[in-house]
């Protein structure tokens, strides 16, 4: 069936200038225009979808490409949609999943089994204290970005009892997949055992579980991690031998004493001979997004340039978004 053109009458014949001229664009110019503004902005392209027939037809599957769950209700009302075509019909479409905090696992599950097949893109926002195994409903072989931000949720004065690690609850078979991972948290946490298992091959190569947890890492060539995950995750640098960018990140409460101290850490890091695999001058510090209530699952509405600036940072010779570089 063919998409509905400019002489349809839902099509207006041409925008007008202030001067009074008409201008009629061609179809294909048109299409291309709304399909660009479409890709910038999931918002935008919910709006588009508004314009006129035509235009939702063109439109239509770059809407599904980012799902966003932004709370409870827009979950919901996502899975009434889903409820409306065969099972399957808006995997192909979906690319980008993100999911805020406020939707709890029962709301997420049977969106995550049936959509998470193909993403390629996954966000996710969790409370420190939370125990549920979102992850493990993640469905896809194909997935390459994991942006997992968690806030504390109990009182600073309070000890909270256990190993909050909702964080850190990859399965490894997510993890074989990723070439970007970023892990944003505001508290003191527990070791990832996934990691600790890989630090284990080099010691125990007859070790299947830790040989499977060392492979799972081969394929990480960016990692983000804030200040308060740096203890745990930089022997990341240990195992994964395509890394080649590693952001830390500093919350927005950082002083400047803080960020010094913090560099000269990252210069002592990078003279270590604890990480001989590790690629030269790859780590960069970043200020504020440390913080797990600068980044907003609304964002995820729209493509991300992290991890360009990251990339461009370190490809500059930088040592922190300050300009201070690795050599004076």
Known sequence: MSSPGPSESNH????????GLAVELPNEIQRIIFEHAASLDGKCALRLCQVAKYVYTWVRPILYQRIVMQDP????????????????HFEPMIRSLAVESTVTLPQAKAILVECSRRILLLTIFRKGSSRERILHYIKSPYLKRL????????????????QPNAQYDIPVGLVASLTHLAIIIDYESGSWIHLVSALLASVYPDNDTYV???????????????VQ????????RRVAQKLRYFAILEPREYSLPQHERLVARVRTLERSAEYPMAAPRSMVILRDLGDPHVWKVQDSFR??????EVERLVDGGFISDRGERWYV
């Open 12 to 19: 207006p014949p041409g925008g007008t200038l202030d001067s």
């Open 73 to 88: 209700r827009s979950a919901i009302s996502f899975f009434k949609t889903l409820r409306t075509k065969p099972r399957g």
């Open 147 to 162: 942006t997992m931000v968690c806030h504390r949720d109990w009182d600073p004065n309070e000890r909270q009892f256990g």
């Open 212 to 226: 499977i947890a060392y492979s799972a890492f081969q394929n990480l060539t960016h990692v983000a991690t804030s």
């Open 229 to 236: 995950g740096l203890n745990h995750n930089v022997r990341i």
């Open 303 to 308: 493509p991300s340039d992290f991890w360009k």
